[in-house]
């Protein structure tokens, strides 16, 4: 499967961007999907998770980092095999590279032991005061 995020920019604080993740290759909603970002110097966090589709009904169960609860949303958009991350009420602490990676098991879970058998390019999304 290949990964393409896009969605990423410069935004003034209080603002809003959403991020995509859009699949080639293989079906996404077999697999959980992570969020993840890194600002410079800093170690690479993970901000948010979907699991993997239940039922037709549910597009799966979402943790989110306590940095971002509340301000942040993590959705698919199954008719694009998409995954998107809305990110609202920013703040200039949110400024980092934005990576999607797919959950390297079938039919997964949100879990802290996740590996990851492909990643997204990175978005930058840089958030003024």
Known sequence: VQLQASGGGLVQAGGSLRL???ASGDDLDDYAVHWFRQAPG???????????VNDWTDDG???YSD???GRFSVSRDRSKNTVLLQMNNLK???T???YCARDA???????RDA???SWGQGSQVTVSS
């Open 96 to 98: 980092a590279v934005y």
């Open 92 to 94: 200039p602490e949110d």
């Open 42 to 52: 800093k170690e690479r966090e993970e901000v948010a998770c979907i699991s993997s």
């Open 115 to 117: 590996t990851y058998d």
């Open 61 to 63: 169960s979402t943790t």
């Open 20 to 22: 995509s993740c859009a």
């Open 105 to 111: 098991l079938y039919d997964s879970n949100c879990r």
């Open 67 to 69: 940095s971002v609860t």
